[in-house]
């Protein structure tokens, strides 16, 4: 029985630490962003005066996710994953859009994107 104490005392040990994690407040992995919560009131800020409800520039309309999914004139803008191979993410990324400049998006509402 004595045999057993070390092993004890690992699983002790174990369970400590673990504890201890949570107490410091380890931070959980990040929830993946809302289109309706995140997404959809910052393209609302952004982008609404040329892709929004009463126009839609090149026939692109970022009023919903299914309309994103649509494209426009150019084709796709979208690819849901993948953002590398979306055109929107690069536009914004290269300062092409908005096209307003006196409204840009920042760094993080473009890594939201």
Aim: aromatic content about 4%.
């Amino acid at each position: 029985m004595k045999g057993l104490r070390p092993i004890h005392g690992m699983i002790l040990s174990l369970l400590v630490a673990g504890a201890w994690d949570v107490a410091l407040g380890a931070e959980p992995p990040a929830a993946a962003p809302s289109f309706e919560t995140d997404i959809r009131p910052l393209l609302a800020a952004k982008c609404y005066r040329s892709h929004g409800p009463e126009v839609q520039k090149g026939e692109v309309s970022l009023i919903s996710m299914e309309r994103l999914l649509l494209g426009g004139v150019g084709g796709e803008i979208l690819v849901a994953g993948k953002p590398e191979e979306s055109r929107l993410y690069e536009m914004v990324l290269k300062g092409e859009m908005p096209s307003d400049k006196k409204n840009p998006f920042t760094e993080q509402e473009a890594e939201l994107l």
